[in-house]
């Protein structure tokens, strides 16, 4: 299997009031958190959301996506999986810092939004090392005895049309091969990156296999 980047023209056209509203009270919620929280150190950065918002519905507008279930991973305040919910996705994120799962679900219900959020890490149980440790990516792999987040979702990874996360840059490859190890093939993988802007990536067959 490999990742093959989908080559789209994104537009940044305005945005609905709606979500200019939503993200408005996520900015606020978000800088709050920062300012005040004792969250671990560099354990919390977020994304460009407004980016997020335009790459997501390009792949609505273009149709890209198998289907409609979506998964954010390291979903923090969850303001991609909310931004997916409100462009007509079944979502949900998986996020490992219990007090921002807590924040996601408040900024979610605040909104009247069905989105879902599961504590625990993204890498599902036994993928690192049933890959041989090619996913150990720090800070993500649950300890002994933590929530199964996909568990929990009674979903699994290999289910999920789209998902979406925010890597380090150190991670970004490590990321990719977890996606392209346990995906389903057709899903997309959308990663914000460090040229400030989202990556969208469909899994695909080998070449010999899509005949």
Not at 33 to 51: E, I, K, Q, T
Not at 55 to 72: D, I, K, S, T
Not at 123 to 134: F, L, Q, R, T, V
Request: hydrophobic share 40%; glycine share 8%; charged share 25%.
């Amino acid at each position: 299997m490999a990742l093959v980047d989908v080559e789209i023209i994104i537009e940044r056209s305005k945005i609905p009031r709606s979500i200019e509203k939503f993200l408005h009270e996520a900015n606020i919620r978000t800088e709050d958190y920062l300012n005040h929280s004792r969250v671990r150190p560099g354990g919390f950065v977020p994304s460009d959301f407004v980016a997020a918002y335009y790459a997501l519905r390009a792949v609505v507008q273009h149709n890209l996506a198998p289907g409609r279930l979506f998964c954010e991973w390291g979903s923090g305040f969850g303001v991609v999986a909310s931004l997916a919910s409100q462009l007509g996705f079944d979502a949900c994120g998986i996020e490992i810092e219990e007090s921002l799962v807590d924040a996601a679900r408040d900024l979610a219900d605040a909104h009247y939004l069905p989105v879902e959020f599961a504590l625990g890490s993204y890498i599902p149980e036994g993928a690192n090392e049933a890959s041989g440790g090619d996913f150990d990516l720090e800070g993500f792999v649950q300890d002994d005895g933590a929530n199964d987040a996909y568990d929990e979702l009674q979903i699994g990874l290999d289910e999920f049309d789209v998902v979406f996360c925010y890597p380090w840059p150190s991670e970004e490859d490590a990321t990719g091969r977890l996606f392209d190890y346990c995906a389903a093939e057709g899903a997309l993988l959308l990663t914000y990156t460090q040229l400030d802007d989202v990556r969208i990536r469909r899994k695909e067959g080998d070449p010999e296999d899509l005949y």
